[in-house]
């Protein structure tokens, strides 16, 4: 229930957010830890990292409820609902959470028509035809994310990434049975260190746990996941199951780029957990 309800809240909060942002009564706008200005869009959220992950999982929500609603108000909220949470992932600016969702999209539609495969080719027509229409609504709110794509660093590529996972890899190299523990990251390190809340960002949430419990934690973390991605395809013709799944990749895809595994406190942290948790449940419930 309470991932449900999450589901929900969070759809909200996305939609409200570019909204409060399009009528001018909130930029969204964030300072960092430097006192700038970030030029990212951050919305009702703490920060643009966690909105562009939860748009995508928002805009996920709205597909799997615009294809099951009967009712039809619904699906007309869920179609502008779709447009403003896209507004609010592009303006936010992680190419990583955009290459995210749209690899659960394709995800989500493959699965769900693999015996039919023209529809699944019409539906992402569909999709595309729908992103160029709507360019007028959202060209003016691309204009950083298209900075970072044209920029020589990339989330995508190893540009703005590279000294965080190098510095994973020379942590896990030091301790590779155990790893470092959470606490003994060398503040020494090429890495980006917050001297004022002790706050280092691991960049990767994959290499964050190889890094801080070796080979041991990866090892079951790997597993768990694939556990549960393994129980999702058990029963592919369950839009329910598709739909959690797609949530899933989504995450683990981010994960390559964000550190969220061991954020304790922050949404993406307890989001993905619980994600983990409803798909136990679902396999324990058959």
């Known amino acids: ?23 001018g009564l909130h930029a969204g706008k964030k300072i960092d830890h430097y006192n700038n200005l970030r030029p990212d869009f951050a919305g009702l959220y703490r920060h643009s990292m966690v ?43 992680s190419r990583a959470a955009i290459a995210g969702l749209l690899l659960a999209i394709i995800a989500y539609f493959f699965i769900l028509y693999r015996n039919k495969l023209h529809r699944f080719v019409s539906i992402l027509f569909l999709i595309t035809a729908g992103i160029i229409m709507t360019f007028p609504l959202w060209e003016s709110k691309a204009d950083f994310v298209m900075s970072k794509f044209n920029s020589k660093s990339s989330d995508l590529q190893y540009g703005s990434r590279d000294i965080k996972w190098n510095q994973r890899l020379r942590e896990f190299s030091s301790s590779p049975i155990i790893g470092i523990g959470f606490a003994s990251v060398d503040i020494h390190g090429d890495d980006d260190f ?29 597993t768990n996941n694939y556990t549960a991605l393994r129980k999702l395809l058990k029963d592919k013709n369950n839009e329910n199951n598709i739909f959690i799944l797609s949530c899933l990749i989504l995450m683990l895809f981010y994960m390559l780029f964000e550190g969220i595994v061991f954020a304790s406190g922050t949404l993406l942290f307890a989001f993905y957990w619980l994600l983990i948790g409803q798909i136990n449940v679902k396999n324990n419930n058959g």
């Open 1 to 23: 229930m309470v991932f449900k309800h999450i589901l929900k809240f969070n759809v909200w909060i996305c939609v409200l957010s570019v909204v409060l942002m399009l009528v």
């Open 51 to 93: 909105l562009s992950a939860m748009c995508g999982i928002a805009i996920l929500t709205l597909i799997y409820g615009l294809r099951n609603s009967g009712n039809r108000k619904f699906k007309l909220f869920s179609i502008f609902g779709i447009i403003f949470c896209f507004i609010g992932l592009i303006q936010s600016g």
């Open 194 to 222: 917050n001297t004022e809340n002790g706050i280092i960002e691991p960049g990767t949430s994959w290499l964050a746990v190889l890094s801080m419990t070796g080979l041991l934690g990866f090892i079951f973390f790997a």
